[in-house]
């Protein structure tokens, strides 16, 4: 996680048990620190988005919102972080629920966006934007072609506002 992460989000992640381990944004890239702490320590990289298991429980997730919220027109997608797993939770969600889903991430790092616009699978490295979420560089091998065939739309946002739609969720 960035050096730079919120207190809460630290706090939260070791809440569930898991060791956080610290990386400066500016100087690393999280892929590769988790390949080396992985291989340092000869653990598996487990995908946090492209990988059928991730995306499939992503759909589960839509399967449930629209069980409990009812039929939806419209889904606009930004990833719990953002944009972190813009790939699996679009392309997941987007195959249950059967309503037009929109993507959302940060200008800073719109990869996903310029692919679907474009079409072909675009990368952005290491944004700078406070969604760290959104750092990664590119969609993935599955979830692109999901992305490409379900998504209706995708969008950008500022950091600014990204800080607005945080504050104004807090204050719900």
């Known amino acids: ?3 730079d992460a919120p207190a809460v989000k630290l706090d939260a992640t070791r809440g569930y048990g ?12 999280r892929e590769e620190v988790a390949e080396r702490v992985a291989r340092e320590r000869e653990l598996p990289v487990i995908p946090p988005f492209d990988h059928p298991h991730v ?35 679009c392309s997941g ?6 309503c037009k889903v929109i993507g959302v991430e940060p200008e800073a ?6 692919s679907f616009k474009t079409k072909t699978l675009q990368s952005c490295h290491n944004p700078d934007t406070i969604a760290d979420g959104a750092r990664t560089h590119a969609l993935g091998s599955l979830t692109f072609p999901l992305v490409l065939r379900y998504v209706s739309d995708m969008v950008t946002v500022s950091d600014a ?6 504050s104004t969720c807090g204050s719900a």
Request: with cysteine; aromatic share 6%.
């Open 1 to 3: 996680m960035p050096a």
């Open 161 to 166: 506002e990204l800080v607005k739609a945080c």
């Open 109 to 114: 790092g719109d990869d996903a966006t310029r």
């Open 93 to 98: 969600l987007a195959s249950r629920a059967r």
């Open 18 to 29: 898991a060791e956080v381990v610290l990386y400066d944004k500016h100087k690393e890239v």
């Open 55 to 89: 995306i499939a429980g992503q759909g589960t997730a839509a399967k449930e919102l629209i069980e409990d919220a009812g039929p939806l027109d419209y889904l606009f997608r930004a990833g719990e972080r953002w944009r972190a797993d813009l790939g699996l939770r």
